[in-house]
């Protein structure tokens, strides 16, 4: 990638200490700041040698990534396992790290947000009978990421 027009190359020491302050700001995963050191005109090698040092100084931990997008998406975005795992899945992390991340989410919590979702989104659909509401709120929260045979059998129960 090519810096853009008018900015001034970085030094190695500045690239440093802007990636330390990115890394700090919140959790971020290797391809993240992979991404941002050759976007701030660090070669390859330099990157993957910053991502070593990083992981060294824990300022980089895929595992705690994991973890906490998924506490993140599902508290505060009301996303579901299955977008989430695209999210995780998408940024090169481990099948390992991501089960781990998974873990996060409490089971019954986990239900009881599908279930609130589903139901506001069932009183919420205008339609002519109950099966094209259920279609339109299954839809919505399928959406969001759950999983589609949980939302239908929790929206069949619905009338």
Not at 6 to 17: A, F, I, N, V
Request: hydrophobic share 35%; charged share 35%.
């Amino acid at each position: 990638m090519q810096m853009e027009p008018g900015t001034k190359k970085l030094s190695r020491t500045e690239r440093k200490e802007r990636i330390l302050k990115f890394c700090a700001y919140r959790e971020r995963c290797h391809k993240e700041v992979r991404s941002k050191m050759i976007e701030m005109g660090a070669s390859y090698q330099e990157a993957d040698e910053m991502l070593v040092q990083l992981i060294e100084w824990n300022y980089l931990n895929e595992t705690r990534y994991a973890q906490a997008l998924c506490r993140g998406k599902f508290l505060h975005n009301n996303w579901g396992k299955i977008k989430i795992n695209q999210v995780l899945s998408r940024n090169d992390i481990s099948p390992y790290n991501i089960k781990k991340g998974m873990e996060e989410i409490d089971e019954n919590a986990y239900m009881e947000k599908l279930e609130e979702l589903s139901f506001k989104a069932f009183e919420k659909a205008k339609a002519a009978n109950i099966y094209e509401r259920r279609s339109k709120a299954a839809r919505f929260v399928i959406t969001k990421g759950y999983e589609p045979d949980l939302v239908w059998a929790y929206l069949k129960t619905l009338e």
